[in-house]
Protein backbone atom coordinates (compact mmCIF):
# COMPACT_ATOMS: atom_id res chain seq x y z
CA UNK A 1 0.00 0.00 0.00
CA UNK A 2 1.52 3.26 -1.10
CA UNK A 3 1.81 5.81 1.91
CA UNK A 4 1.01 8.82 -1.02
CA UNK A 5 -0.95 8.54 -3.26
CA UNK A 6 -1.52 11.43 -5.80
CA UNK A 7 -4.60 11.77 -8.19
CA UNK A 8 -5.96 14.45 -10.49
CA UNK A 9 -3.23 14.68 -13.39
CA UNK A 10 -4.69 15.15 -16.86
CA UNK A 11 -4.78 16.11 -20.55
CA UNK A 12 -5.62 20.08 -20.85
CA UNK A 13 -5.28 22.84 -22.93
CA UNK A 14 -3.55 26.36 -22.45
CA UNK A 15 -5.39 28.81 -19.82
CA UNK A 16 -7.17 25.66 -18.61
CA UNK A 17 -7.27 24.25 -14.69
CA UNK A 18 -6.54 21.39 -12.96
CA UNK A 19 -6.53 20.44 -9.16
CA UNK A 20 -4.03 17.67 -7.61
CA UNK A 21 -4.37 15.85 -4.39
CA UNK A 22 -1.76 13.95 -2.52
CA UNK A 23 -3.70 11.42 -0.05
CA UNK A 24 -1.71 10.24 2.88
CA UNK A 25 -2.83 6.41 4.32
CA UNK A 26 -0.47 7.46 7.32
CA UNK A 27 -1.44 10.08 10.19
CA UNK A 28 1.26 11.49 11.49
CA UNK A 29 1.35 12.87 15.28
CA UNK A 30 4.33 14.93 14.14
CA UNK A 31 4.71 18.06 12.20
CA UNK A 32 4.75 17.35 8.17
CA UNK A 33 5.87 19.60 5.11
CA UNK A 34 4.18 18.28 1.83
CA UNK A 35 6.07 19.60 -1.09
CA UNK A 36 4.53 19.15 -4.71
CA UNK A 37 7.63 18.45 -7.50
CA UNK A 38 7.48 17.88 -10.93
CA UNK A 39 10.06 16.09 -13.44
CA UNK A 40 9.77 16.50 -17.57
CA UNK A 41 11.51 14.02 -19.32
CA UNK A 42 15.38 14.77 -19.69
CA UNK A 43 14.94 17.54 -16.37
CA UNK A 44 15.88 16.64 -12.88
CA UNK A 45 13.03 16.47 -10.58
CA UNK A 46 12.07 20.54 -9.39
CA UNK A 47 10.52 21.90 -6.15
CA UNK A 48 6.90 23.57 -6.99
CA UNK A 49 5.43 24.56 -4.04
CA UNK A 50 5.22 23.42 -0.15
CA UNK A 51 3.20 24.13 2.80
CA UNK A 52 4.15 24.00 5.87
CA UNK A 53 2.73 22.28 9.30
CA UNK A 54 -0.10 23.25 9.97
CA UNK A 55 -0.52 25.41 7.08
CA UNK A 56 0.13 28.60 6.89
CA UNK A 57 2.56 28.98 5.24
CA UNK A 58 3.31 28.05 1.85
CA UNK A 59 5.97 28.93 -0.66
CA UNK A 60 6.40 28.48 -4.55
CA UNK A 61 8.21 28.79 -7.52
CA UNK A 62 8.75 31.91 -9.42
CA UNK A 63 7.04 30.55 -13.05
CA UNK A 64 3.79 29.42 -10.91
CA UNK A 65 3.49 32.13 -8.30
CA UNK A 66 -0.56 33.88 -8.82
CA UNK A 67 -1.72 30.58 -10.57
CA UNK A 68 -0.99 27.80 -8.29
CA UNK A 69 -2.48 27.44 -4.90
CA UNK A 70 -1.25 24.58 -2.41
CA UNK A 71 -3.71 24.18 0.59
CA UNK A 72 -4.31 21.39 2.92
CA UNK A 73 -6.74 19.18 5.22
CA UNK A 74 -5.01 17.54 7.64
CA UNK A 75 -8.32 15.67 9.01
CA UNK A 76 -8.68 14.39 5.57
CA UNK A 77 -4.48 13.82 5.56
CA UNK A 78 -5.26 15.46 1.89
CA UNK A 79 -2.59 18.15 0.35
CA UNK A 80 -3.66 19.63 -2.68
CA UNK A 81 -2.61 21.58 -5.57
CA UNK A 82 -4.74 23.97 -7.82
CA UNK A 83 -3.06 25.09 -10.74
CA UNK A 84 -4.85 27.65 -12.90
CA UNK A 85 -3.74 29.09 -16.25
CA UNK A 86 -1.46 26.22 -17.03
CA UNK A 87 0.72 26.43 -19.17
CA UNK A 88 2.38 24.26 -21.70
CA UNK A 89 5.46 24.49 -19.80
CA UNK A 90 3.66 23.00 -16.70
CA UNK A 91 3.09 19.68 -18.25
CA UNK A 92 5.25 17.20 -16.52
CA UNK A 93 4.63 14.06 -13.99
CA UNK A 94 3.76 15.64 -10.47
CA UNK A 95 5.28 14.09 -7.38
CA UNK A 96 3.79 15.33 -3.58
CA UNK A 97 6.34 14.36 -0.66
CA UNK A 98 6.55 14.66 2.78
CA UNK A 99 9.00 15.14 5.42
CA UNK A 100 9.40 15.97 8.56
CA UNK A 101 9.31 19.60 9.75
CA UNK A 102 7.50 23.06 10.11
CA UNK A 103 9.09 25.19 7.20
CA UNK A 104 7.00 24.84 3.78
CA UNK A 105 9.71 23.77 1.98
CA UNK A 106 12.62 20.98 3.17
CA UNK A 107 15.83 20.19 1.20
CA UNK A 108 15.41 17.55 -1.65
CA UNK A 109 16.97 14.57 0.68
CA UNK A 110 14.68 15.78 3.76
CA UNK A 111 11.52 14.52 2.21
CA UNK A 112 11.56 11.02 3.00
CA UNK A 113 8.71 9.65 1.63
CA UNK A 114 7.24 10.05 -2.06
CA UNK A 115 4.30 9.13 -4.25
CA UNK A 116 4.41 7.65 -7.59
CA UNK A 117 3.60 10.64 -9.42
CA UNK A 118 0.61 12.27 -11.50
CA UNK A 119 1.12 13.09 -15.31
CA UNK A 120 -0.14 16.80 -16.14
CA UNK A 121 0.05 17.32 -20.04
CA UNK A 122 -1.08 20.86 -21.43
CA UNK A 123 -1.67 21.06 -25.31
CA UNK A 124 -1.66 24.31 -27.05
Known amino acids: QMHLRESGGGLVQTGESLRLSCESS????????VGWFRQSSGQEREFVAG????????EYIESVKGRFTISRDNAENTVYLQMNSLKVEDSAVYYC?????????????????WGQGTQVTVSS
Open 26 to 33: VRSFSPVT
Open 97 to 113: AEGHGNSPKLAKDQYHT
Open 51 to 58: IGWPGGRT
